[in-house]
């Protein structure tokens, strides 16, 4: 389950700099450009977090360097987030939020505006978290 958070942050990560998410195509592009190969159902449970734990440090690594980020993220603990992957995730949940809220007041059209008020305060506590 933590290398699935560790992948799917790295997702959220390239959409919230801006560009389209990566496809598994695109991703196993890039590995096969590093002699490496990704199946389509072994991505599918490292994303989901199902099936065994991934322990290959050629393919993580791999992985790793597609997405620019040091190897040890993949490899290590939490303790090796990287500082622009930290920095994004917390910017990540900030544009969900918002996203929430630009949906609600657009949705809700006649709440009033203590309550659109109190939905954001409430978004913005969670993304504190």
Known sequence: MEL???LNLLLDVVV???NTPYTYREIAEGLRDRS??????RWAYMIAGTGPLVTDEKLL???AEF??????YLLGSDDDIPVRVDAQLAFV???RAQRVVNFAARTLGDVSPETLRTIT???EEDTLE
């Open 4 to 6: 699935a958070r560790k």
């Open 16 to 18: 919230a700099e801006g």
């Open 36 to 41: 490496l190969s990704l199946s389509r159902a």
């Open 61 to 63: 690594t791999g992985i």
């Open 67 to 72: 997405f620019r980020i040091p190897p040890a």
């Open 93 to 95: 949940k900030r544009l």
């Open 121 to 123: 305060q409430l978004l």
